[in-house]
C-alpha cells in the first residue's frame, strides 16, 4: 500500500500562487507514476498533471498549461504542484494520487491511491 498526504491548500488572490505537496509512504517502490486531479463541486474529477516517477513523461490539462508545473524530489518520496497565475476557477479540492501498475498513464481511474485533497480557494 501507499499513503499519501497532500498539504499546501489555502485561500489565495486572483493571480497569486500556490505550492502544494504531497508526501508518500509505504510501498513508494511501486510507484510509477503521480499525479494532480482536482473536483469542484457539481463536476467531474479530472486530471490536472501528472509525471512518471522516473520523470520521462508529464502531462498537463490544457486549463492548466503555462501556469502549473508539477515536480519531484524523489529522495524524499515528494510531488510537487507549483499554481501560478491562479484564477478563480482553479477553485477546487486538488487530490494527489499514485499509480503503481507499469506504464504512465493520465486517467483518474488509473490511480490507485489517493491521498484525502486539500482545498484550493481562489478568490476574484
Known amino acids: 500500500q501507499v499513503q499519501l498526504v497532500e498539504s499546501g491548500g489555502g485561500l489565495v488572490q486572483a493571480g497569486g500562487s500556490l505550492r502544494l505537496s504531497c508526501v508518500a509512504s509505504g510501498r513508494t517502490f511501486s510507484m510509477s507514476a503521480m499525479g494532480w486531479f482536482r473536483q469542484a463541486p457539481g463536476k467531474e474529477r479530472e486530471t490536472v498533471a501528472a509525471?512518471?516517477?522516473?520523470?520521462?513523461?508529464?502531462y498537463y490539462a490544457d486549463s492548466v498549461k503555462g501556469r502549473f508545473t508539477i515536480s519531484r524530489d524523489s529522495a524524499k518520496n515528494t510531488m510537487y504542484l507549483q499554481m501560478n497565475s491562479l484564477k478563480p476557477e482553479d477553485t477546487a479540492v486538488y487530490y494527489c494520487?499514485?499509480?503503481?501498475?507499469?506504464?504512465?498513464?493520465?486517467?483518474?481511474?488509473?490511480?490507485?491511491?489517493w491521498g484525502r485533497g486539500t482545498q484550493v480557494t481562489v478568490s476574484s
Open positions: 509525471s512518471a516517477w522516473s520523470g520521462d513523461s508529464t
Open positions: 494520487a499514485a499509480r503503481a501498475l507499469p506504464g504512465f498513464r493520465t486517467h483518474v481511474y488509473e490511480y490507485a491511491y
